[in-house]
């Protein structure tokens, strides 16, 4: 009997510790990148993943980052560690540039500074240090529809996550109704996921004038705002007016912020995952508390984050003679996606493709938000290889003097039912 029992124990597989993981699919956006680099249509055209293309649809290593690189270089690359908290160049100029020198200085001894992974880990680092500071953790307002990652950076924290209406979808415009309204019924203590401009995917942002209303709610409800920075600069060619929402907050209001700043798509530097956190408190000592928690969540988490990105964009930014000529390429990469946009506009009508395109150049930013069903989108894919994401949201970045006649062409025929 015992000699049964053991045999059949031997021979049996034991459960394995990863027995109640379920299968999650592919992240949607990534997915799309990989079956568009399958694709062996000569014809294709990938309008999905937010990367900026140049005029030949080709990567674009900005020159300002080129030439921080050779300075870089000719100063001796290594590969030492840095301090757990970053870069202290990179936080302090990357901050002073989302701020502004006045405010930067007014503010200055309020400041939590934290190097991060781009904007996800930014927004990540800021949803470990909220969680470390509550219990149990507040609610987050996030807009619907929102960038596809932010719920699951939240709810993977533990964080309860509530959507509210941000777009109007019958106007294709920003619903500014119910935005307002969804402030002003927030659970006081909670947080607000902020597009600081760019906002992602519909391109709608609030106009100044909205960004005053919807600053002025979120500090009676007592909210606290957590704006995701990803495209200061990107947007209009000016990081200024980018970042006004952000300096009218700090300003102007009065309040407590923290803002998740991305380096990947105004400097290009997707891959170095070169991104920082910083929270503006209320006073001197919370700040130094809130700094030392976020040294230590960092270290808990990624000893101390990547190197080069933050050395590039540090050395960008604190010399005059390369913060103007990355002015310069924010306004080349802005404005070629504003003559997209226009050309994508343009030829939508000239092919007839059914239906009012206004929304298209009323938008900003990298994003177009088309409004197409989703059995077109499929058809623009499997028929006429153009990817975009399925919610009909496009990269402009994509488009080039070579494609948009095709991929306008195509919407046109898929709308008349060719
Ligand atoms: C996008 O929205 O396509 C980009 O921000 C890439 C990403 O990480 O989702």
């Not at 055209?45 to 000719?74: A, F, H, M």
């Not at 030392?292 to 101390?304: C, F, I, K």
């Not at 913060?323 to 092919?351: F, H, P, Q």
Request: proline share 6%; hydrophobic share 35%; with cysteine.
């Amino acid at each position: 009997m015992t000699t049964h029992t053991t045999t059949v124990t031997q021979t049996e597989a034991p459960p394995s510790f990863f027995d109640s993981a379920t299968y999650i699919p592919p992240d949607a956006i990534f997915a799309l990148t990989a079956e568009y680099n399958t694709d062996t249509s000569p014809n294709k055209v990938n309008l999905g993943q937010g990367t900026y293309r140049d005029e030949n649809g080709q990567p674009w290593v900005l020159p300002s980052v080129q030439k921080s690189r050779e300075i870089l270089l000719t100063q001796g690359l290594n590969h030492e560690y840095l301090p757990i908290l970053g870069l202290q160049s990179f936080r302090d100029n990357a901050t002073l540039m989302a701020l502004g020198p006045d405010l930067y200085e007014k503010v200055q001894s309020r400041l939590s500074t934290c190097q991060a992974l781009s904007g996800t880990g930014s927004l990540h680092t800021a949803g470990l240090l909220l969680r470390s500071c509550h219990s149990p953790p507040p609610k987050i307002y996030i807009p619907s529809p929102t960038w596809s990652n932010h719920h699951q950076v939240f709810s993977s924290l533990g964080f309860p996550c509530e959507s509210f209406t941000y777009y109007d979808s019958s106007h294709k415009d920003l619903n500014i109704e119910s935005y307002i309204s969804a402030l002003k019924t927030a659970t006081p203590g909670s947080v607000v996921i902020l597009h600081a401009c760019a906002h992602n995917p519909t391109g709608c942002d609030p106009t100044k004038q909205q960004w005053i209303q919807l600053g002025q709610i979120i500090k009676e409800r007592g909210l606290f705002p957590l704006f995701d920075a990803a495209y200061l600069g990107f947007n209009s060619g000016n990081v200024d007016d980018d970042a006004f929402a952000i300096r009218y907050f700090v300003g102007e209001l009065g309040l407590e912020v923290a803002v998740c700043l991305s380096f990947a798509k105004n400097m290009g530097l997707y891959g170095e995952r070169t991104g920082c956190l910083f929270l503006v408190t209320r006073s001197k000592e919370t700040a130094v508390n809130a700094q030392s928690t976020l040294e230590m969540l960092q270290r808990s988490e990624v000893s101390n984050p990547p190197a080069y990105g933050a050395k590039i964009a540090a050395t960008i930014l604190s010399s005059r003679e390369l913060k103007d000529l990355w002015y310069k390429d924010l306004e080349t990469m802005s404005g070629r996606i504003r003559a997209m946009r226009v050309a994508l506009y343009n030829s939508l009508n000239d092919y007839g493709a059914p239906g009012n395109w206004d929304h298209l150049v009323r938008q900003s930013g990298m994003f177009g938000f088309l409004g197409l069903e989703p059995d077109v989108v499929l058809k623009l894919k499997e028929e006429y290889h153009i990817y975009m994401a399925g919610n009909s949201r496009v990269s402009i970045a994509g488009l080039n003097e070579t494609n948009v006649e095709y991929v306008a062409r195509s919407i046109a025929e898929c709308l008349k039912g060719y």
